[in-house]
């Protein structure tokens, strides 16, 4: 199968503490991933879009400097909320693409996501 | 700007009705479809992946049409059940060096025994 795992699936955090997000890929190897924020009852947004060894593509609106994104393996990236704040409190999915083949041909593979919860 | 709409946000059906999910979306230069499956609290499971050049797609009781054309895609249910009850998204790539996909917002099936 094609398996992407996150850790933490759930973590609280005091206002102005910076949380780390893994997201690996257990039986493939990914070159690019991507990273979500749901909101309740909403469609998932993309946040930013990374491939290994590379910096991180963000979408418009998203701060790069709060949102730290490192990707550096073929099966691991991370996501750093740095300086959270209530606001941040939201449902993080990260998605894992396999790697060869047109990037339009490749299905993505999402983890189980990570509930933040900022007091 | 791609967007993609499905509706209605919520179905509730009795169990063993065979049913229809609708997705539309706005630019029909697409590369591919997928339909996905969430549960409450949970990631996204793939259900059914359709390139741009196939019409449609099956897995067991599940089978995914893409009119591309239109900007319509509909995924069918056949033989519903309760543990089919879940959050179905609809989800389009694009094409180029922008690949992104754009999600619907989903609909949300209730499927009462």
């Known amino acids: 199968g094609a398996v992407v795992s996150q850790h933490p699936s759930w973590v609280i955090c005091k206002s102005g503490t910076s949380v780390k997000i893994e997201c690996r890929s257990l039986d493939f190897q990914a070159t690019t991933m991507f990273w979500y924020r749901q909101f309740p009852k909403q469609s998932l947004m993309l946040m930013a879009t990374s491939n290994e060894g590379s910096k991180a593509t963000y979408e418009q609106g998203v701060e790069k400097d709060k949102f730290l994104i490192n990707h550096a393996s073929l099966t691991l990236s991370t996501l750093t909320v740095t300086s959270a704040h209530p606001e941040d409190s939201s449902f993080y999915i990260c998605?894992?693409?396999?790697?060869?083949?047109?990037?339009?041909?490749?299905?993505?593979?999402f983890g189980p996501g990570t509930r933040l919860t900022v007091l | 700007k791609q967007e993609v709409t499905q509706i209605p946000a919520a179905l509730s059906v009795p169990e063993g009705e065979n049913l229809v999910l609708n997705c539309s979306f706005t630019d029909s230069a697409i590369y591919n479809l997928q339909w996905f499956r969430q549960d409450p609290g949970k990631g996204l499971t793939s259900l059914l992946l359709i390139q741009s050049s196939q019409r449609e797609q099956t897995s067991g009781r599940l089978n995914a049409s893409l009119d591309k054309s239109s900007g319509r895609s509909t995924l069918y249910i056949a033989a519903s059940q309760p543990g089919d009850s879940a959050t179905y998204l609809c989800?389009?790539?694009?094409?180029?060096?922008?690949?992104?996909?754009?999600f619907g917002k989903g609909i949300t099936l209730s499927v009462r025994p």
């Open positions: 989800a389009v790539r694009g094409g180029g060096a922008n690949s992104k996909l754009t």
């Open positions: 998605s894992a693409m396999k790697a060869g083949g047109p990037i339009s041909y490749n299905e993505q593979f």
